[in-house]
C-alpha cells in the first residue's frame, strides 16, 4: 500500500502559507485606494478624503494644514495606489499665507487631462479641479464624507477652508482672505470713542461636508480658535494596470482562505484515495 504522497502535504501547507500571510499582510499594510472600473491604463486621477482628526485655522501657512492631513494619512500607515505610495497630499484650503492670499484653487493646482476626482473607494466626486469651483453651475456628484480609509466619517459636518466660489479665498469682517489671522481682532467702544475695549479672535469659512453645492466649502463662518476638520486631495495619480478583483478575507472568519485551503486538502485526499486504489490493485 503507498503512503500519503508528500507532495500533497507541501501543497497544503503552502495554501496556508499563501492565503494566511496574505490575510496577514494586508492587515499590517497601509490604506489602498480604489481604482473606479471605467479607467484604462494611463489614466490620471486624484483622491480626496476629509479628515477625523481636527484643529484651529489660526495658521495663516498653507503647508501647516498640509502637515496635518499627510499626518493623518501616516496614522493609518500611510496609502498607496497601484502599488505605489501616496504622498504629498494638500488641504484643501485658502490661506493668508503672510497676506499673500493663497487660493485653494491655486494650492492644489490643476492636472492636465484629468479623468476624475474621487473618494478613497472609487466613489465619483467631480470631472477635474475646475468643477469643485464651479460654483451654482454643477454640484459635486458625491459628498466628501470618506476619510482616507474609506469608511464614513461621523460626527461634526464642518470643515475649514477659507474658501468661497471659484476657489477664491474669502474675507470675514475685518480678517484677511482665507485661513489665518494676524491676531485676534480688536472689539472697539460702542460709544463710539474709538477707544479698544476688548480682543475676539478673527473669523474664517467653513465648508460642511455632507453637502455637494456651493456650502460644501462655503457654508458660514466662526471664531478660528474652533476645532473642525480639514478636506485633502492627493497628487495626480496615474492608473498603471487594470487588475482583476482580488477576494477578499473576512478578517473574523477567514471564509476565502479556509476555502481555498479546504478546496485544496479536498484534492489531496482525492489522489490519496487513487493511490490507495493502485497499490491495492497491485
Keep these: 500500500m503507498k503512503s500519503f504522497p508528500r507532495s500533497g502535504a507541501f501543497v497544503a501547507l503552502a ?3 499563501i492565503c494566511f500571510g496574505t490575510w496577514s499582510a494586508r492587515s499590517e499594510a497601509g490604506i489602498v485606494l480604489t481604482a473606479p472600473a471605467s479607467l484604462g491604463v494611463g489614466d490620471t486621477v486624484r483622491f480626496v478624503f476629509v479628515t477625523n482628526g481636527v484643529r484651529d485655522a489660526r495658521s495663516n501657512s498653507a503647508s501647516d494644514y498640509d502637515s496635518f492631513v499627510n499626518a493623518e494619512v501616516a496614522t493609518y500607515g500611510g496609502a498607496t495606489f497601484m ?9 484643501i484650503v485658502s490661506a493668508a ?6 487660493a485653494a484653487q491655486d494650492h492644489i493646482g490643476t492636472v492636465s487631462g484629468l479623468k476624475g476626482i474621487y473618494l478613497p473607494d472609487g ?8 468643477k469643485l469651483w464651479n460654483e451654482g453651475a454643477a454640484d459635486l456628484h458625491a459628498a466628501i464624507t470618506q476619510l482616507v480609509n474609506g469608511s464614513n466619517a461621523s460626527g461634526s459636518n464642518e470643515v475649514w477652508t477659507g474658501t468661497g ?29 474709538g477707544s479698544i475695549v476688548d480682543y475676539a479672535p478673527a473669523q474664517a469659512v467653513y465648508g460642511f461636508m ?24 492627493s497628487p495626480a495619480l496615474i492608473v498603471t494596470a ?6 477578499e478575507i473576512d478578517p473574523a472568519t477567514g471564509s476565502s482562505a479556509l476555502s481555498l485551503v479546504a478546496g485544496v486538502l479536498a484534492m489531496v485526499e482525492q ?10 490493485a497491485g
Design 83 to 91: 502599488g505605489q505610495q501616496v504622498t504629498g497630499w494638500k488641504a
Design 15 to 17: 495554501a496556508l502559507t
Design 242 to 247: 487594470v487588475a482583476a478583483p482580488v477576494p
Design 271 to 280: 489522489r490519496r484515495r487513487r493511490g490507495l486504489k493502485a497499490g491495492l
Design 210 to 233: 455632507t453637502y455637494t453645492n456651493a456650502q460644501w466649502i462655503n457654508r458660514d463662518s466662526a471664531d478660528t480658535n474652533q476645532s473642525h476638520r480639514l478636506y485633502a486631495i
Design 123 to 130: 466613489t465619483w466626486v467631480a470631472d477635474n479641479e475646475a
Design 97 to 102: 499665507d503672510n497676506n499673500g492670499r493663497l
Design 165 to 193: 466660489g471659484y476657489g477664491l479665498g474669502v474675507t470675514v469682517g475685518n480678517g484677511v482672505a482665507g485661513l489665518g489671522s494676524d491676531g485676534d481682532e480688536p472689539v472697539y467702544d460702542p460709544e463710539g470713542t
